[in-house]
């Protein structure tokens, strides 16, 4: 029997592909479902099953691209209520693959139709847990995404989940692998370790909503306190995921479309699509369309994206290097940011030799704001991370203005002054300047390297380090 985890860094979400006598389950899959039926396909395997943890909220799953591709069926557990054909499992219902078996857990409390699905060897044997946003590794499922569609209360959920979890997954033997469908980075919970598996026995051990002595009303207060507001896109995931979508070729085929610098700046005036420039923070700074906003590809760039563009149907046209921009398309469409209409082709070179408009941002090394500091202890410094980040360790005087708000945030900037504008590594800092930028905010500097720059080089006063585990 084989079982891969096939994970994807940007969005922390892990799929799976398992195989046995010929026959493949693919769990949680994303949207793009090339590398699945190619997998099979070299194997000579036939996809029989498509099986969904849940309802994402975070990202658009592949599963209607993949049973119409494959003829697999759609399985999701007890309660869920698709628009589209799929199999609506009973909680204990096995499902065969090959020689091995699939039991269908029903784990309410993240969602009210999560599942886990547990996994046997053709000796009976229980190998895995695909835990979905049940049980991560280090942390549980957010109990605050479903209240309205299951109207209940995130007090409610969060004591499902206690229930599940006590009931149907810590009663399984210690040496079960836990395959949870996200890592750290996600937003789907709040204290998620960087491991991406591990066995059950060393999470009860040391998950803390596992404690083995923990009360229900422990449980509840523990998973709700410290909990930050989801990203504005989460529900509008979860209705693509519920009621369908788009084919993931159309997509791309729509977004991948070349536009020529006067065709992108006539689709620029006349659509009101916004410009999004997805090349590094630094080369962005040098120069830019003005009003674009810039998300670099090589960071966290769709959960930025999701954060940010508060509507999935917003017309966006595409700066990218060469070469990249059907990962553009493609990374836009994991989240459902299905309404890209082209690229600018040729990207900045073409947009320069034509002499068009170009903006550009000051970005400084950390040495000249040093400078700027000695002379006067009295600037203003803008710190983007999140408040956690913040209350952990920053500037001495430094305002926080995080880039997760940046609506609220704006409203602490004040236009006639200077700021000094860091982040963590200077990823988000660019994008909060290229928002405020292009809202007419002018006086905005960049601090390369951030707020690790700026404490390495020992010229500023920093509070003492809080360890952030402390603060929940």
């Given amino acids: 029997m084989k079982i891969e985890q096939i994970y994807t860094g940007c969005l922390a979400q892990g799929a799976y592909y398992i195989e046995s006598e010929g026959e493949a389950v693919v769990i949680d899959p994303l949207r793009e479902i090339d590398p699945y039926v190619q997998k099979a396909a070299r194997n000579g395997a036939t996809i029989k099953y498509v099986f969904e943890t849940h309802f994402h909220a975070d990202f658009v799953s592949g599963h209607l691209d993949l049973a119409k591709a494959t003829g697999a069926t759609i399985v999701y557990g007890p309660t869920a209520t698709p628009?589209?054909?799929?199999?609506?499992?009973?909680?204990?219902?096995?499902?065969?693959l090959g020689k091995g078996t699939f039991t269908v857990l029903h784990t309410p409390g993240h969602t009210m139709e999560s599942s886990c699905y547990l996994l046997k060897d053709e000796t009976g044997k229980e190998v895995a847990l695909f835990s979905g946003d049940t049980l991560f590794i280090g942390d549980v499922g957010r109990p605050d995404l479903a209240q309205k569609a299951a109207h209940l209360t995130q007090e409610d959920l969060a004591g499902l989940l206690f229930d599940s979890l006590r009931n149907k997954i810590m009663p399984l033997p210690d040496s079960l692998i836990v395959y949870p469908a996200h890592g750290a980075g996600s937003a789907c919970g709040k204290n998620m370790s960087k491991e991406t598996q591990d066995t059950l026995g060393h999470q009860k051990e040391t998950n803390y909503a596992l404690r083995a002595n923990m009360t229900r009303n422990e449980f509840i207060k523990e998973v709700t306190t410290g909990l930050m507001a989801p990203p504005q896109y989460f529900p509008l995931n979860v209705q693509l995921n519920k009621q369908g979508y788009e084919s993931i070729n159309e997509v791309l085929k729509k977004g991948t479309h070349p536009l020529n610098v006067e065709a992108f700046e006539a689709a620029a005036n006349e659509t009101g699509a916004l410009i999004l420039d997805t090349r590094a923070p630094q080369t962005f700074a040098k120069g830019f369309i003005p009003n674009s906003i810039n998300i670099g590809i090589d960071g966290n760039f769709a959960p930025w994206v999701g954060a940010l563009i508060p509507d999935i149907k917003q017309a966006i046209l595409i700066v990218a290097d060469e070469g990249r921009q059907e990962e553009v398309v493609t990374r836009l469409a994991r989240?459902?940011?299905?309404?890209?209409?082209?690229?600018l082709e040729g990207g900045l070179v073409a947009w320069n030799k034509a002499n068009k408009e170009v903006d550009t941002i000051t970005s400084i090394?950390?040495?000249?704001?040093?400078?700027?500091?000695?002379?006067?202890?009295?600037?203003?410094?803008?710190?983007?991370?999140?408040?956690?980040?913040?209350?952990?360790e920053h500037v001495k005087g430094a305002v926080n203005a995080s880039l997760d708000y940046v609506n609220d945030?704006?409203?602490?900037?004040?236009?006639?002054k200077t700021w000094y504008v860091h982040c963590a590594g200077g990823y988000r800092s660019m994008i909060f300047i290229s928002v405020l930028k292009a809202r007419g905010f002018e006086n905005l500097i960049d601090v390369k390297g951030g707020f690790k720059a700026i404490k390495d080089s020992g010229k500023f006063p920093v509070t003492d380090c809080v360890c952030p585990t402390t603060m929940l």
Avoid at 335 to 343: C, F, M, Q, W
Avoid at 409 to 416: A, E, I, R, T, Y
């Fill in 365 to 392: 090394p950390v040495t000249e704001m040093a400078a700027a500091y000695e002379a006067n202890p009295n600037i203003n410094i803008l710190d983007v991370r999140k408040q956690s980040e913040y209350e952990s």
């Fill in 409 to 416: 945030s704006m409203q602490l900037v004040d236009k006639n």
């Fill in 83 to 96: 628009s589209f054909d799929a199999h609506i499992a009973t909680d204990g219902e096995v499902f065969k």
């Fill in 335 to 343: 989240v459902g940011y299905d309404n890209a209409i082209g690229y």
